[in-house]
């Protein structure tokens, strides 16, 4: 079993950057596919972004693209989410997740991750 920890969250303006780190212990931080998710009030969880080393896979969803990067560091056991140019709808509490076992085609839903982080609040407002 791993545990997660978020950082890196807080109040930023319109067009302002963030960079989330998710810190992963506890495991190899190789063999986990670790995801990030946002919730924004009243809304269900929404997956971000993905990274696994075991599948080959890692990528942001549509609507960041071009806006945020996922990456991992690796000397630090970390999942990085950069995000750029931020807009009001990205106020959420991003949460990572991580899973040994989660395959290709489920990597979008949270219900394939075991394992959470506590949450970190981005706002993005004026």
């Known amino acids: 079993q791993v545990q997660l920890e978020e950082s890196g969250g807080g109040l930023v303006r319109p067009g302002g950057s963030q960079r989330l780190s998710c810190a992963v212990s506890g495991r190899t931080f190789r063999s986990y596919t670790v995801a990030w998710f946002r919730q924004a009030p009243g809304k269900e969880r929404e997956f971000v972004a993905v990274d696994s080393r075991r599948t080959g896979t890692s990528y942001v969803t549509d609507s960041v693209k071009g806006r945020f990067t996922v990456s991992r560091d690796n000397a630090k056991n970390a999942l990085i989410l950069q995000m750029n140019n931020l807009k009001p709808e990205d106020t959420a509490v991003y949460y990572c997740?991580?899973?040994?076992?989660?395959?290709?085609?489920?990597?979008?839903?949270?219900?394939?991750?075991?394992?959470w982080g506590q949450g970190t609040q981005v706002t993005v407002s004026s």
């Open positions: 997740a991580a899973s040994a076992s989660v395959i290709v085609s489920q990597m979008r839903s949270p219900s394939a991750y075991s394992t």
